[in-house]
């Protein structure tokens, strides 16, 4: 009885831990990012190889690309990304895969989320699970002022 008790306890937590991996696995993320970028060019690696399928457009001009999906001035950063089929979601700049889980699990009421600037130590910029910086959401209005939606490094 105790076995049968532990091993269903190891496979209850085994499915908990592998859950987010699950809510990446298929989705599609479209990235439009500069050519020339490396730091970003390191964050689709890793989208890559989370399980997201990843679409890249280099373009030299992201003005029009973050203007389209209402990213405040304040709250920019190297790339702009979209993600979801029924409800489309933004991810501007070096979020954290972590966050995009949360987010494509919970499917909240928001335009996306957000790491303003380039944030040393998030996912890009020389990884560090230990950084602290904040991810952000968008309010689905471009009035909205950004919430702290996830602290990194916590």
Known sequence: MIKRTL??????????LSSAAVAAEGETITVYKSPWCGC???????AQK????????????????????GIPDEMQACHT??????????????????????MM??????RGIVVPGMPEGSVGMGYDPEARYTVYSLGNNASDTPEPYMEMGN
């Open 40 to 46: 970003c060019e390191v964050w689709t690696e890793a």
């Open 7 to 16: 091993a269903l306890l190891l496979v209850g937590s085994t499915l908990a």
């Open 81 to 102: 990304a979209v993600i979801g089929e029924s409800r489309k979601y933004v991810i501007e700049g070096h979020v954290p895969l972590e966050a995009i889980d949360k």
């Open 50 to 69: 989370a399980g997201f399928h990843v679409v890249v457009n280099d373009v030299e001009d992201l003005t029009p690309i973050k203007e389209q999906a």
């Open 105 to 110: 699990s919970e499917q909240p009421d928001i």
